[in-house]
């Protein structure tokens, strides 16, 4: 039996949210600042189109 490890949590997590039609995208390929909280590009595109 193998160890259930905060990998494979992740993984899991990871399956559950793209089977929502949430899509995953690792951390690196994001273009921001390392200090900006936000995404200001995703967060104009959700409010241009509420």
Do not use: C
Not at 40 to 50: E, T
Request: hydrophobic share 35%; proline share 4%.
């Amino acid at each position: 039996m193998s160890k259930f490890t905060e990998e494979k949590l992740e993984q899991a997590i990871i399956a559950l949210l793209e089977e929502q039609g949430y899509p995953h995208h690792k951390g690196e390929s994001i273009s921001r600042q390392p200090n900006e909280v936000l995404i200001k590009a995703d967060l104009h595109a959700f409010l241009s189109h509420q």
